[in-house]
């Protein structure tokens, strides 16, 4: 070997042992959020609450009259409203209520959050970076993050969370809560395990929009599952909804087209030969 690469190796890998303590001790510095996550609770937005009315979202006349309308649809079998039946995903806050597990992946500058279902993907940067104004919206949105030390153990155990530049449309479950037209929604979360059992992890979502009175919290629960076998969910192979303006139809096992709701009229076949 060449004196000059021989060199090169050796300094390399003196450089490499050098840094390798200290790259050993980053991790340290997190908690342990391995595993898959699922959701404890139903669909709901707050999982501690009944679904529908029960709910009792903060909602502004205007949207409170647009979720009544939602909820009369869905009562009458209709899903037009529902933007995940038509395989768009439930972006944020509604992705957090982790309809499949999640994965939380930590690293120094970034945490990332995969949800199995419409594969849901953030990225939480907590680099210390700060908001620009040229964010482009997304579903899941723009978030900055920092991790604290509630517990004063050294170790840091809480991320923080501010959520911005969402886009729509979105709802919050599937009784169509909604959410401003405007899409100017900012929501924060608090995420930590849970004091009593480490396989309890909870995240204490804060959600400000103009279509409610006051921001609404609730506190959504994920139970570890430690050795997980991941799932792959496609949303166009497994949708049987199809829509034709506000009609919902569902497609049935031998591929015809049946009512979602008594009485509901046939589809306009006037375009085509009959």
């Known amino acids: 070997m060449p004196i000059v690469l021989k060199q090169s190796l050796i300094a390399a890998a003196l450089v490499m042992a050098a840094s390798a303590p200290a790259l050993a001790q980053t991790p340290g510095k997190?908690?342990?959020?391995?595993?898959?996550?699922?959701?404890?609770?139903?669909?709901?937005?707050?999982?501690?609450?009944?679904p529908g009315r029960a709910q009792q979202p903060p909602l502004t006349e205007e949207y409170r009259a647009i979720?009544?309308?939602?909820?009369?649809?869905?009562?009458?079998?209709?899903?037009?409203?529902?933007?995940?039946?038509?395989?768009?995903?439930?972006?944020?806050?509604?992705?957090?209520?982790?309809y499949q597990p999640m994965e939380i992946i930590i690293t120094p500058e970034t945490t990332y959050i995969?949800?199995?279902?419409?594969?849901?993907?953030?990225?939480?940067?907590?680099?210390?970076?700060?908001?620009?104004?040229?964010?482009?919206?997304?579903?899941?949105?723009?978030?900055?993050?920092?991790?604290?030390?509630?517990?004063?153990?050294?170790r840091y155990d809480t991320l923080e969370v501010e959520t911005r530049a969402l886009k729509g449309p979105r709802i919050l479950d599937p009784s169509g809560i909604p959410v401003h037209k405007d899409n100017q929604t900012i929501v924060t979360e608090r995420i930590f395990l849970d004091q009593r059992n480490g396989d309890l992890l909870h995240d204490v979502i804060t959600t400000f929009d103009h279509a409610f009175t006051h921001p609404w919290t609730v506190d959504k629960t994920y139970s570890r599952l430690r050795n997980p076998t991941w799932i792959e969910d496609i949303c166009a192979e497994n949708n049987l909804y199809v829509f034709l303006g506000k009609e919902s139809y569902y497609l049935s096992a031998d591929h015809e087209l049946m009512p979602t709701?008594?009485?509901q009229p046939p589809p306009d076949l006037r375009n085509f030969q009959r």
């Open 30 to 50: 997190y908690p342990d959020w391995g595993g898959a996550w699922e959701r404890i609770g139903g669909g709901s937005f707050d999982p501690n609450k009944r």
């Open 261 to 263: 709701r008594k009485d």
């Open 114 to 154: 995969h949800i199995a279902f419409f594969h849901e993907f953030r990225r939480v940067y907590t680099d210390g970076r700060g908001w620009t104004e040229s964010i482009k919206p997304t579903f899941s949105g723009y978030s900055i993050g920092h991790w604290i030390d509630a517990a004063g153990s050294g």
């Open 67 to 98: 979720w009544e309308a939602n909820m009369a649809e869905e009562k009458a079998g209709g899903q037009s409203y529902n933007t995940q039946v038509h395989c768009l995903p439930g972006g944020m806050p509604r992705m957090m209520t982790a």
